[in-house]
């Protein structure tokens, strides 16, 4: 809180940010005060949970916090990624929780454990994260009739969606809905379905044009990057869907090997403005490359070759030895998560092993763990069962974005 009198006199003021640097400043309290620079660059140092509870201090610290423009400065200056939650396996169809793994030095508290921000009898699910924002819908089982939300888990504010057109007076099929926020480029997010809800203009309308799409596209694992909406197959090119200008494209694929006659996803995500796309073949095995898309959309090149050899001799639940006695080649876990990091030395996987998660950095193949996995009501006597794959893991993104 500012003080009550402007005092003449020399103030030394010390912050501490996030991520431990120091700033440290000397001026007059009166010329903070009158300064709105000067001002912006002392909120910028400070948590996300400060500047929420700043925004009571007056109006004129309210517009400053909740000024666009200090959102897009202040992203620049965060790491993008806090945390991951994880959908819990549950033969429940609604309420479904969430466990946090925390990806900060300091551990905070989970941001929630099952979506409640709105009474909804049938529970709330996570359909995507996006640059901070979470689209979720309600989890009843008649898919026509869900209800849809924009949900932003640092500020607690939501807001629900109009009932899609499709949804009036005729039973249609929904295969999938997606939201894209760039917070970059504007405070406003879309929201894809055939139909697009825009949160500057408002209601849903029709996208640009009808198109016809293949039954192997996953639509409900889109991905936003680079101002568009990307969709993998199983078999030849995949889809991706250019938000701006409404028009529907073709994605590259790597070739599938010959003995093969599908992909076999085991990762599709983006981060830090970088789209990744990891298949693995075969037996399980823990040798695999995580590729990157070219921004031109011109192919996929191999960003790491990862060789998780290290994590199985000190995880060794890892190892399936009932699939074939004679061969150990068999190995339990999932991908959760491609972190990219602003220095590439540091970027990192979130690996799903037995009971825990794991960090494995992509460049010197150094791994810890970082969270204790409890297992679900009827796997608890199984030691190898896996909870989550890369659909069940959403980015935390801290944020001041208004929904």
Not at 82 to 99: A, D, H, I, K, Q
Not at 100 to 125: C, H, M, Q, W
Not at 206 to 212: I, V
Not at 363 to 381: C, I, M, S, Y
Request: charged letters at 20%; hydrophobic letters at 35%; a positive charge.
């Amino acid at each position: 809180m500012p003080p009550t009198k402007r005092a003449k006199r020399n103030l030394t003021i010390t912050i501490t940010s996030s991520s431990n640097h120091h700033y440290q400043a000397s001026a007059s309290v009166e010329t903070i005060i009158n300064n709105d620079d000067l001002l912006t660059e002392i909120l910028l140092c400070l948590p996300i949970k400060s500047l929420l509870k700043f925004k009571a201090v007056s109006k004129h610290w309210l517009s400053l916090i909740s000024n666009p423009i200090f959102s897009h400065r202040l992203r620049l200056v965060r790491k993008l990624i806090s945390g991951l939650f994880v959908r819990r396996f549950t033969l429940r169809v609604n309420n479904p929780e969430y466990e946090f793994i925390n990806l900060e030095s300091n551990p905070s508290r989970a941001p929630f454990k099952s979506l409640t921000f709105v009474n909804d009898s049938y529970g709330i699910k996570v359909l995507q994260s996006c640059n901070g924002l979470l689209l979720c819908s309600s989890s009843r089982a008649y898919q026509p009739r869900r209800i849809y939300y924009v949900y932003n888990p640092t500020n607690k504010q939501y807001t629900i969606l109009p009932r899609l057109h499709v949804d009036r007076g005729i039973f249609r099929l929904i295969f999938g809905v997606n939201l894209a926020f760039d917070p970059s480029k504007s405070a406003h997010y879309k929201v894809i379905c055939i139909e697009i809800y825009s949160s500057k203009t408002g209601p849903w309308r029709l996208s640009g044009g009808s198109f016809t799409a293949p039954s192997v596209i996953n639509f409900r694992g889109g991905v936003f990057w680079n101002g568009a909406i990307h969709w993998v197959s199983t078999h030849g090119s995949s889809l991706y869907f250019d938000v701006d200008q409404e028009k529907l494209r073709e994605m590259p694929m790597p070739p599938i090997p010959d003995e093969w006659e599908e992909r076999r996803h085991q990762y599709f995500g983006e981060s830090r403005g970088h789209l990744h796309l990891i298949e693995i073949y075969g037996p399980c095995t823990a040798l695999f490359n995580v590729y990157e898309m070219k921004t031109d959309y011109s192919g996929w090149f191999v960003k790491y070759r990862v060789d998780l050899g290290g994590v199985t001799y000190v995880f060794p639940e890892m190892i399936r030895t009932y699939l074939d006695p004679e061969d150990l080649h068999y190995y339990g876990y999932s991908i959760l998560c491609v972190v990219r990091e602003e220095n590439d030395d540091d970027s990192y996987l979130v690996l799903h092993l037995p009971k825990k998660a794991v960090r494995y950095n992509l460049k010197d193949r150094t791994f810890k763990k970082l969270h204790d996995v409890a297992p679900a009501g009827n796997q608890a006597e199984d030691e190898s069962a896996l909870q989550f794959r890369w659909f069940d893991a959403f980015q935390y993104t801290e944020s001041l974005a208004c929904v």
